[in-house]
T-cell receptor, first 113, second 110 residues
Framework: DGGITQSPKYLFRKEGQNVTLSCEQN?????MYWYRQDPGQGLRLIYY???????QKGDIAEGYSVSREKKESFPLTVTSAQKNPTAFYLC????????????FGSGTRLTVV | GENVEQHPSTLSVQEGDSAVIKCTYS??????FPWYKQELGKGPQLIID?????GEKKDQRIAVTLNKTAKHFSLHITETQPEDSAVYFC?????????FGTGTSLTVIP
């Protein structure tokens, strides 16, 4: 079955730690995206990548970093510079240049302890 | 950039009644309008979509209407059931990026 796999489902971070959220897709989609979702709010774009080895900042990129070394993978690192990282993180992919047919992963819930 | 507004933020209906959620967008270049359903703790799932060359699309109990002139589109759910309870997001796309509404929490009361 084609789809997007996010891991882990739950993640706990200590103050001052960097953590990396995994996102893997086998849909052969060119574009991949990271969104942050806070309670009662919509989806806010963190970073997106339309091709391998290239990515762009979204609306709330500060405190986050990404890489796109492989078409299938788009990991997100939440750095210690992100002061309020507790949220639900969603990865998505779509066919590049068309902006159609977003497919979402099942999300990672990150909590600072 | 595009600005998508969604109303209402919360909606409660009795089982069997209809539910309507409305969205407006600002960029006339937007040409694709999907709706997503998100259940608690899960990622959003596409439930229906419409392109700008179509005014209405229906899939069983779900329908979407689009008014390009007024730049608004709506989701209609008929004969609601408890399993329809979820958060619904609208989105607008110009072809390169999605812009999401802030979501509507729908509760269907048995």
């Amino acid at each position: 079955d084609g789809g997007i796999t996010q891991s882990p489902k739950y993640l706990f971070r200590k103050e001052g730690q960097n953590v990396t959220l995994s996102c893997e897709q086998n849909l052969n989609h060119d574009a991949m995206y990271w969104y942050r979702q806070d309670p009662g709010q919509g989806l806010r774009l963190i970073y997106y990548s339309q091709i391998v080895n290239d990515f762009q900042k979204g609306d709330i990129a500060e405190g986050y970093s990404v890489s796109r070394e492989k078409k299938e993978s788009f990991p997100l690192t939440v750095t210690s510079a992100q002061k309020n990282p507790t949220a639900f993180y969603l990865c998505a992919s779509s066919t590049e240049g068309k902006g159609y047919g977003y497919t979402f992963g099942s999300g990672t819930r990150l909590t600072v302890v | 950039g595009e600005n998508v507004e969604q109303h209402p933020s919360t909606l409660s209906v009795q089982e069997g009644d209809s539910a309507v959620i409305k969205c407006t967008y600002s960029d006339s270049a937007s040409n694709y309008f999907p709706w997503y359903k998100q259940e608690l703790g899960k990622g959003p799932q596409l439930i229906i979509d419409i392109r700008s060359n179509v005014g209405e699309k229906k899939d069983q109990r779900i329908a979407v209407t689009l008014n390009k002139t007024a730049k608004h589109f709506s989701l209609h759910i008929t004969e609601t059931q408890p399993e329809d309870s979820a958060v619904y997001f609208c989105a607008a796309s110009t072809g390169n990026q999605f812009y999401f509404g802030t979501g509507t929490s729908l509760t269907v009361i048995p």
